[in-house]
């Protein structure tokens, strides 16, 4: 009934397998990729005729965890999976990136991959056996995919590269001294096709070994891949790329003089029209049956491609006359809005983020239901990216892939650098509002909440910048590596390379590669070059340096105690009154973890002291010899009880009360009296023994020995 195959290989420390013709054999390819105990099924369909009109490629990637393939059952009121967690979303981006390049040009058709999480064994992440499998299931598919790629995650331990880290191993780098990397990397046989990364100021050799690492350990798989190909794959789908060069030779011979001089306008909103403005000329001039053409669109794009590619490598002279490696003007500003505790605008030519901290508490943190567990994170950014940012009309609904790609991007630049939670006990969130975008929005959200950050007050290792490469790349091999670039540059260029970090190395990196054949050279080149950039960046925006740091008054303030673990429980009370209590007698936030130490947050800081007084008198134990302020809470005939320390109560005997005799502790005292009391031990009993005769009632002071003699 059933055509398997199946191909195993030793992958590092597990065993990788490929498996097809089992499941789901009505899709086009299907493929379930095992790495030790973690499957990932990966099913392709493609469309076999494109829709008319249709002028780009609709290639959909989803990636979804099922909560069975670790043993569990969803959180939430309906009890199933539902919108895409975020490492879903970011993990669908990963996969889609690095294949849809391969596609062969023109191919228009719908083609939709969907992988599923089936096991996993909480040791292997899922993501990179999830592009393993997408992968193969195109490989075998017969859709036009010039692959097959591979995958591999990269960390990097006391000066060597490790292979396939485990999910503990990754989880939490911040905390994590000795891992310093978190890197992936996809490629062909011949080429990396994308990478991304987190890590911890890292060199740009070491960077780049790491990425050379991650290519040459993924080349067994694709061999692997291969292999299944050879056995299982399907015939190769019957498509011709559209000739459309007679098309495009009357396009170009309309327009090209035309479209270089749209090109050399430097305001992108005037070049915007002017290139729109030359398209419809160049439509003007052409006849019934080129307007219908279903290759227009494509011929529009070859020229306006041809126009901006060509001058650069030739002249060395991009859109907006800026030299290769020259960084748009910057302007960075801090401390713009009153209230909230900490903002920054980043302005660099037409991008522009305006960029705000808030601090927060331990009720902040944000709680992540994972696949591998639940874990709170206490740094949080958030993207966002408007319509008018680029001057257009549109819908604005929840976060998409590209905020929540984007966001994640500037969240790794910047997580090298926070301080330890045990230094900087905050919650710490950072909004990127992109007013402006022409070039990478998500490099100044990096840069924007760097200087946020500061002027909120948090103490950051180092400032953190970013900058976006670009590349052209010509098919004599001939190159040009681009600082900086524009919207347009990123669109119709070869690369779009981003690179973040502080003086000492980079914190973050992510690539993607449209074309084969990026070599180490132009790799080591991009890197070189993006390091000046960077460089250059930071000096701008320690111009708006100067003056922040200073703590928001708005911002709540957090005090941390340690007590022993045995007192918790007194702290708390039964059914949590006495800590209920100590909040609404205080006015602070109060909150315990396991271990004993207590956070105290409120913008106020006497109702912090008070609630630091108040768990101090619950946990602390009286000292001999000391004095207390207390209040006479019973009295009767042998003398008087006193609540002098949190809820302990003592015995001033009547002897202690006054240097004179006293009929009945009455004579001097009533309850609800505040007297101060000086502990003088404890009988046989345990039982605290209190006086008042050697301390001044109205100060609290202890009386002096010659005082006492005196009277």
């Not at 996993?120 to 999830?130: E, F, K, Q, S, Y």
């Not at 036009?144 to 006391?158: C, L, M």
């Amino acid at each position: 009934m059933f055509d398997v195959t199946t191909k195993s290989m030793q992958w590092g420390d597990e065993t990788l397998t490929l498996e097809t013709g089992k499941v789901a054999r009505q899709a086009d390819g299907s493929v379930i990729a095992t790495l030790g105990e973690t499957s990932v099924m990966a099913n392709v369909t493609f469309a076999k005729e494109p829709k008319p009109g249709q002028d780009f490629f609709p290639l959909t990637v989803h990636y979804q965890e099922k909560y069975y393939a670790a043993g569990k059952i969803p959180g939430g009121f309906f009890k199933r999976e539902a919108r895409p967690t975020e490492k879903e979303t970011l993990t669908a981006r990963l996969i889609d990136r690095p294949i849809r390049p391969l596609f062969v040009p023109g191919f228009k058709n719908e083609v939709l991959v969907m992988c599923t999480v089936l096991s996993h064994d909480l040791v292997n992440d899922p993501d990179i056996v999830a592009m393993i499998a997408a992968s193969a299931a195109l490989t075998i598919s017969g859709a036009p995919f010039r692959g097959p790629i591979a995958g591999a995650r990269v960390g990097f331990v006391d000066g060597e590269y490790v292979l396939n880290p485990s999910v503990d191993d990754m989880q939490d780098l911040r905390n994590n001294p000795e891992q310093r990397l978190d890197l992936v990397v996809a490629g062909t046989k011949d080429a990396v096709m994308m990478v991304e990364s987190e890590a911890y100021e890292l060199t740009e050799d070491e960077m780049l070994g790491a990425v050379t690492f991650a290519h040459e350990q993924i080349q067994p798989v694709i061999d692997l891949i291969i292999s299944l190909a050879e056995e299982a794959a399907k015939e190769p789908f019957d498509f011709q790329a559209p000739d459309y060069s007679e098309l495009y030779d009357v396009v170009k011979a309309a327009g090209a003089d035309k479209m270089h001089a749209a090109y050399a306008i430097t305001d992108k909103q005037e070049r915007v029209a002017a290139v729109a403005a030359v398209k419809e000329e160049i439509k003007a001039g052409l006849s019934e049956e080129q307007l219908e053409d279903a290759n227009l669109g494509s011929a529009l794009k070859k020229l306006e491609s041809t126009v901006l590619r060509g001058s650069v490598v030739k002249e060395g002279k991009r859109i907006d006359g800026r030299a290769l490696d020259q960084v748009r003007p910057i302007v960075a500003e801090t401390g713009l809005l009153p209230r909230t505790h900490g903002s920054a605008l980043f302005t660099r030519g037409e991008t522009q983020g305006l960029v705000v901290t808030t601090l927060g508490t331990g009720d902040d943190e944000q709680f992540i239901d994972a696949l591998h567990g639940n874990f709170k994170s206490n740094f949080l950014l958030h993207y966002n990216f408007p319509p008018y940012s680029v001057g257009e009309v549109g819908r604005v609904g929840s976060p998409g892939r590209r905020e929540i790609g984007h966001g994640k991007l500037a969240w790794r630049a910047l997580q090298a650098v926070l301080p330890a939670s045990t230094d900087f006990p905050y919650t710490v969130r950072i909004v990127s509002e992109i007013t402006e975008s022409n070039g990478s929005s998500s490099m100044a959200s990096v840069c924007g909440g760097s200087l946020s950050m500061m002027d909120a007050g948090v103490p950051l290792k180092a400032a953190v910048a970013g900058v976006a490469m670009g590349l052209v790349l010509e098919d004599d091999g001939s190159y040009a590596v681009l600082t900086d670039i524009l919207g347009d540059e990123d669109h119709l260029g070869d690369m779009d390379f981003k690179v973040a970090g502080t003086e000492n190395g980079i914190t973050s990196l992510q690539m993607d590669i449209k074309v084969a054949g990026i070599t180490p050279e132009i790799m080591s080149k991009a890197l070189a070059q993006a390091k000046d950039g960077r460089m250059h960046i930071l000096g701008e925006m320690n111009k708006a340096l100067s003056g922040v740091g200073e703590f928001s008054v708005h911002a709540p303030r957090i005090e941390t105690m340690q007590i022993p673990t045995d007192k918790i429980r007194e702290v708390i009370g039964s059914g949590g009154k006495v800590i209920r209590e100590i909040v609404e007698v205080s006015g602070a936030k109060v909150d315990i973890n396991d271990d004993g130490i207590i956070k105290i947050a409120s913008p106020d800081g006497e109702c912090i002291k008070k609630a630091y007084d108040m768990i101090h008198s619950i946990v602390a134990e009286p000292e001999e010899g000391h004095i207390y302020k207390g209040k006479v809470v019973k009295i009767v005939d042998f003398g008087a009880f006193v609540n002098f320390f949190g809820k302990r109560d003592g015995l001033v005997h009547v002897s202690q009360i006054e240097n004179r005799r006293l009929n009945h502790p009455s004579d001097v005292l009533k309850e609800g009296q505040e007297v101060y009391v000086k502990l003088l031990g404890f009988d046989d009993r345990g039982k605290v023994r209190l006086a008042m005769k050697m301390v001044d009632q109205e100060t609290g002071e202890e009386i002096a020995k010659e005082e006492k003699e005196e009277e």
